[in-house]
C-alpha cells in the first residue's frame, strides 16, 4: 500500500492524461505561450494502463479518476477506460472534464466502464464563460453535462470556481440551476496553479465568502464528518435535502491530515500532492530494459515516493513557492 509517514493511506490514484486543453481558464492556463510536453515524453496507452494495474493489485488503489489538461483530448480514453474497467479488483472511475466533447463520447464511455464524470462550469452566463475561458464554448459545456446525466455517469458533479469581480455574485444561481437539473455542485476555492503566477491571497473568493452568498437564498446545514471521510469537500444539505452542496477549501480549510491522493503525470511522474516542488520518476522505469522495469520495481518505487509525502501543501508557509507545473500538466 501507498502509506506516508504520516500514516495516510493513498488509495485514491490522479491520472492527468494530456496537459493539453481546447479551453484557456485564466486561473489555469496563459492565453498562449504554454510549453506542451513532446509526444515521445507522454505515456502511451499500454503504460496508462498498466500504472494503474500496478496500483490497483500491488498499491491498494480503488479509485481513479483521469484528468488533465483536457482528458477528452485524448484520443484513446475509451480505450483506457475499458481496459481499466476489466482489472481485477476492478476500481471505481471517473473523468474530470470540461465537458466539450462529452454529448459525443457519454454514452460509450459508460458502456466502457466508467462510473461518473465531474464537469467543470464556473457561470451560467455565456458572455463571462467566455472572458472567464477565452473560449466561446458555453452551449458544448451544457450539452454535455445534459449528456452526462442521460447516459447514466452519475452522480454528475460540477466543479465551480469563482473569481473576483467575473462570477463571484453567482453562487445562487449556479445552484438553484445544479439542484433544478440533479446535479451535485462543488465550489473550489482558487489555487496557486496558473500560469501565469497571478494568484492573490487577499483577491480570493474564500469558502466563508461562498457560503455566506449561498446562505442569502439557500437554508444550509452542514453534513457530519463520518459522511465527508477523506473527501476534499465539506458539503451542506440544500434546504432540508436531498440536494447538497460542496466546498473545497483547498486554500482557507485545508484537508491535507486526510489526504488519500496520488498522482500520476501525462509524462509519467508521480506527485504526492498538487503543491508538492518535486516529482518521482516512473516513465525510466517502464521503459528500462531488464528487472528495472519489473511490476515489483515499479511499486517500490511508487512506495518511496509516497512515504515522503509532506504534512501539508505548505501553502501557510511565507516560504511557500509555487509549483512550477501549472494546474494543466500536473492534472487537477
Ligand atoms: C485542471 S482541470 C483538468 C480537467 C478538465 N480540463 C476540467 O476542466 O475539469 C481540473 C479542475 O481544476 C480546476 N482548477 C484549475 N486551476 C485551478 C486553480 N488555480 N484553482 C482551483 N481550481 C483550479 C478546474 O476548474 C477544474 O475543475
Request: with cysteine; glycine share 8%.
Amino acid at each position: 500500500m501507498l502509506i506516508d509517514t504520516y500514516g495516510r493511506v493513498a488509495t485514491d490514484l490522479r491520472v492527468s492524461l494530456t496537459d493539453r486543453c481546447n479551453l484557456r481558464c485564466t486561473y489555469c492556463m496563459p492565453e498562449e505561450g504554454l510549453q506542451w510536453l513532446a509526444k515521445p515524453d507522454l505515456l502511451t496507452d499500454d503504460e496508462i494502463v498498466r500504472l494503474v494495474r500496478i496500483a490497483v493489485t500491488h498499491l491498494g488503489i480503488t479509485e481513479v479518476r483521469f484528468t488533465g489538461g483536457e482528458p477528452l483530448l485524448r484520443p484513446g480514453l475509451v480505450g483506457i477506460v475499458e481496459r481499466v474497467a476489466a482489472l481485477t479488483p476492478r476500481p471505481k472511475m471517473s473523468l474530470t472534464t470540461n465537458g466539450i466533447g462529452l454529448k459525443r463520447t457519454a454514452a460509450a464511455l459508460r458502456q466502457a466502464g466508467l462510473d461518473r464524470v465531474n464537469v467543470s462550469l464556473d457561470t451560467l452566463r455565456p458572455d463571462v464563460f467566455k472572458t472567464l475561458t477565452r473560449r466561446d464554448r458555453h452551449k458544448d459545456v451544457i450539452e454535455g453535462l445534459a449528456a452526462a446525466h442521460d447516459a447514466g455517469l452519475t452522480p454528475v458533479k460540477i466543479n465551480s470556481v469563482l473569481m473576483p469581480g467575473l462570477n463571484e455574485d453567482e453562487a445562487p444561481e449556479l445552484l438553484a440551476w445544479a439542484v433544478e437539473h440533479s446535479y451535485e455542485l462543488r465550489f473550489i476555492e482558487q489555487m496557486p496553479l496558473d500560469a501565469q503566477h497571478g494568484w492573490k491571497r487577499d483577491g480570493m473568493i474564500t469558502a466563508g465568502d461562498i457560503l455566506a452568498s449561498l446562505r442569502t437564498r439557500f437554508e444550509l446545514t452542514e453534513e457530519g464528518s463520518e459522511e465527508r471521510g477523506s473527501a476534499p469537500a465539506e458539503r451542506w444539505v440544500v434546504d432540508g435535502g436531498p440536494h447538497r452542496v460542496g466546498v473545497i477549501a483547498s486554500v482557507t480549510r485545508p484537508f491535507c491530515s486526510a489526504c488519500d491522493r496520488t498522482r500520476l503525470t501525462a509524462d509519467g511522474q508521480v506527485r504526492t500532492c498538487l503543491f508538492a516542488s518535486e516529482e518521482t520518476d516512473l516513465r525510466a522505469a517502464l521503459r528500462a530494459e531488464g528487472p528495472e522495469n519489473s511490476d515489483e520495481n515499479i511499486a517500490r518505487i511508487w512506495k518511496l515516493a509516497m512515504w515522503g509525502k509532506k504534512a501539508g501543501s505548505g501553502l501557510d508557509d511565507p516560504s511557500f513557492l509555487q509549483p512550477d507545473r501549472p494546474m494543466s500538466a500536473i492534472g487537477g
